[in-house]
């Protein structure tokens, strides 16, 4: 299993980007899979998370500003944010996990996923 991560950058308050997380080794469908994030000295925390159900969870931070979607021919996750803020300012991170959660808690849990990816900075200033 690889994922990959990409479309970090530097962006002003209010402003948007675009992140992929581009996977392979595993069938994309059938797997959760979502995106995680970590600042210097917080544990890594939830930003949304899809089952295979394409059931969507968003930390209430992010709700309303940030869409997790997949595309299953390109095989890819994207998390597209809008009106960034500096406390958005992080590593985000692709996990994947064979397991379905059904929108039980464990969904949000760093710990449930198994696969990671390097991460993607992404600051707000």
């Known amino acids: 299993v690889q994922l990959v991560e990409s479309g970090g950058g530097s962006v002003q308050p209010g402003g948007s980007l675009t992140l992929s997380c581009t996977t392979s080794?595993?069938?994309?469908?059938?797997?959760?899979i979502g995106w995680f994030r970590q600042s210097p000295g917080k544990e890594r925390e939830e930003v949304a998370v899809t089952d295979a159900e394409n059931l969507k969870l968003y930390a209430p931070s992010v709700k309303g500003r940030f869409n997790i979607a997949r595309d299953y021919d390109k095989k890819t996750l994207y998390l597209q944010m809008n009106k960034l803020k500096p406390e958005d300012t992080a590593v985000y991170h692709c996990a994947a996990d064979e397991r379905q959660y059904a929108g039980h808690w464990a969904a949000r849990q760093a710990g449930s996923y198994k696969y990671w990816g390097q991460g993607t900075q992404v600051t707000v200033s």
């Open positions: 080794g595993f069938t994309f469908g059938t797997y959760s």
